[in-house]
Nanobody
């Protein structure tokens, strides 16, 4: 089992940047695929990015490709989401999630077993 805690959210102007962090508890962080999802007001939660346990495979939603970068540091049990060129439509609560590496990559919400509480990102125009 793993517990996830996000941080780094805040208010930023359009065009600005933020770096989100997700710290995991436990000693098995490197056995999980890690993902970032977001949920805007009145909308369903959606996939943003995911990274394999060793960082060799990375996936992005089309809406963030070229602007967001996911990375992980297994020594620190932390996954990051660097967000550049932010847009008002990026406003959402951002959640990190964990999925056993054995199951491979998925962008489906139901495929992830562990979730953090989320951190709010607000982009003003």
């Amino acid at each position: 089992q793993v517990q996830l805690v996000e941080s780094g959210g805040g208010l930023v102007q359009a065009g600005g940047s933020l770096r989100l962090s997700c710290a995991a508890s436990g000693r098995t962080f490197s056995t999980y695929y890690m993902g970032w999802f977001r949920q805007a007001p009145g909308k369903e939660r959606e996939f943003v990015a995911a990274v394999s346990r060793d960082g060799s495979n990375i996936y992005y939603a089309d809406s963030v490709t070229g602007r967001f970068t996911i990375s992980r540091d297994n020594a620190k049990s932390t996954v990051y989401l660097q967000m550049n060129s932010l847009k008002p439509e990026d406003t959402a609560v951002y959640h990190c999630a964990a999925r056993s590496y054995v199951l491979g990559f998925s962008r489906s919400i139901g495929a992830y077993s562990y979730w953090g509480q989320g951190t709010q990102v607000t982009v003003s125009s």
